[in-house]
């Protein structure tokens, strides 16, 4: 399995920067093989941005679907919309939605299901808060998150890539440390037991890439802010 650099862009540009964005990482990183670029802009850019990647190797992916096929659900989006546009993967559970949208566990399993069920590969985000972390309550609240966003789809969890991303570690600068960020991928990997793709998430940057690609519980990253500008991203898809 390659290893994996996904780009977040979270509520951030519009078609035409998009756009804009794109073409100037194509022309940036030119040929590059051994690692899987996922790119993965707001609903609205899906479709240009589809067609820009459709002959190239990078991927697209949704930010977020909702758990029923279509319906009297206003504001959402249907997996069935992201496939139409060429997305091949989705971001389910991401902590914004989970901390600001008030995402349950339960929704996240519903979420997980139905995009197994009609073939979007969900990147499945785990993490806890700073809160957590200092009272000790990491690995509880990674193995809750696990055990109920994967309710009755235990046995599919290789179809499915996780990405650990600490809620203290997201856009704010601080990366957890890569010895951090290992142990907590080998404690996730303990428990799903079956052989996944484990993506680390939180402040990753050029600085901390090659650090952080070194350590081989870690198979990719799911990257926020620094997939905004061509030229970091560009490194990071790089990473030695
Ligand atoms: C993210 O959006 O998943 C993320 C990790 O953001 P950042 O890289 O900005 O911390």
Known sequence: MEPIVA??????????????????????????????????????????????????RMKLGGQNM?????????????????????????VIGHSERRHIMGETDDMINRKLRLA??????????????????????????????IKEGLKDIENEAHKIVFAYEPVWAIGTGKTATPRQAAEMHQYIRGMIKKPSTILYGGSVKPENIDSLMKQEEIQGVLVGGASLKPESFTRIIRFE
């Open 7 to 56: 780009g977040n862009w979270k509520m951030n540009k519009e078609p035409g920067e998009s756009r804009a964005l794109v073409q100037r990482l194509m022309e940036l990183v030119g040929d590059y093989k051994d690692r899987l670029v996922i790119l993965i802009p707001p609903f609205t850019s899906l479709p240009s941005i589809g067609e820009l990647v459709r002959n190239s």
């Open 116 to 145: 197994l069920e009609i073939g979007l590969i969900p990147i499945f985000c785990i993490g806890e808060t700073e809160k957590e972390r200092e009272s000790g309550k990491t690995e509880t609240v990674i193995a809750r998150q």
């Open 66 to 90: 909702h758990w029923e096929r279509s319906g009297a659900y206003t504001g959402e989006i249907s997996g069935f919309f992201l496939k139409a546009v060429g997305c091949e993967y989705v």
